[in-house]
């Protein structure tokens, strides 16, 4: 071999060894900020965190880094965990008005083998518009009969639908049975010939929880006969979806509104010794009491609906929060699910706020977007928290997160840097800078 080609020849193996060698080096980072809101530990001014390798190692002041440590000075701005959105449509939805991109229902009564996270469209435009608000992470719930089947949580940012999921089979969703009475007369009905009376209506309640019981029944026994096995076993996906639910290994996440489904499936599951999430939760703060002896934790969605009965207070939804905390329960804020619950996610940070001005601790509305849904979803090993070992997954924002004046400046998702362009800023800039006319 001519000597000028061997010279090259090693130059090129000494690039790549060094290449190599940068690569396997961990990185490691350390932030400084004004305010660090761990949302465990509390509040740390003027302090810094360490990050290797997208986990975070330490915080607070003054910590030690060696000369190969990148610093990143964000100067003012406060740092949060990434906030979670639970019970959402993100990503399986698009347009209201047109059909084709709607995919949060599923056909049937009984479907615990659907996987919502499959459905996800990573492209969707109201996914970063949901990042721009500091949610770095959502449960993606599927909707339609009584078991919907598994939610997914995804991280808003990736290639993919693959790349997005943290878990698969976060929670299996249950959506209770209407429980409420139709006492008008059948004349003044639309189709008086749908009237059913008191008594056809609650038989046709009681029905469908039985239902309800039966199918659970039925799972326990495909459970039993799984584990035997035997030659003749056959797998069933329906009955593989209800599995991890059954075993406790996933919570039952059961969608409740009105005071007396939340009582009769706080009891059903006490009978059935599972652990759910109640989600939804209207009516929750009326039973706060019992649902904190009961260990359920809530997801409320309903922060800004109007009052159900002209016998509740005007601002009960606002006080909701607080008085559920008041009584020991461990409570998230979400959206209402659905096409137009998709696109209010990033108003979801704005809830807390209200439940903040109306008695629920700073500090407890803090961890209802973060630490209290990672707990519910069983990734607060990960996720939720600024704590040492766990994903380096923030935000840096120019205030306080709960005054609609703040803006987020920066996001990070795994230690990764994740862009907050979105639909709404592109457009911003569009029109920001449009030829003025010469008058």
Known sequence: ???????????LILF??????????????????????????????NAQMLVTDGIIQAIGQNLRATRQTKVVDLGKLHLYPGLIAATTSLGLTEINAVRATQDT????????????????????????????????HALVAPMGGSITGSSGLIKLAGWGVEDMTVKTHAALHLWWPVMTLNTRPKETLRDPDKHKSPKEQIRSRDKKIKTIDDFFNEAQAYARARKAGGA???KVPAWEGMLSALSGKQPIMVHANEIRQIKT???WAKQRKFKIVLAASRDAWQIADLLAKEKVPVIFDNVFTLPQRDTDPHDIHFRAAGIL????????HSEAMGSWGASRVRNIVYAAAKSIAHGLPREAALRSLTLHPAQMLNVADRLGSLTPKKEATFIAVDGDIFDIRTNVKHMWIDGKKVSLQSRHTRLYEKYKN???LIK
């Open 325 to 332: 905390h008041k009584a020991g329960v461990k409570i998230a």
């Open 265 to 267: 499936a706080v009891a």
């Open 1 to 11: 071999m001519p000597k000028g080609q061997t010279v090259n020849k090693l130059i």
């Open 434 to 436: 449009r030829p003025k």
């Open 16 to 45: 790549a060894a060094s290449t190599l060698q940068a690569q396997e080096q961990p990185q490691t980072v350390l932030y400084k900020a004004a305010v660090i809101h761990t949302a465990d530990k509390g509040t740390i001014e």
């Open 232 to 234: 003749g076993f056959r």
């Open 105 to 136: 229902t599923e056909v049937g009564e009984f479907t615990p083998d659907v996987e919502a996270w499959v459905s996800v469209n990573p492209d969707s435009e109201l996914i970063p518009v949901a990042r721009a608000n500091g949610f770095t």
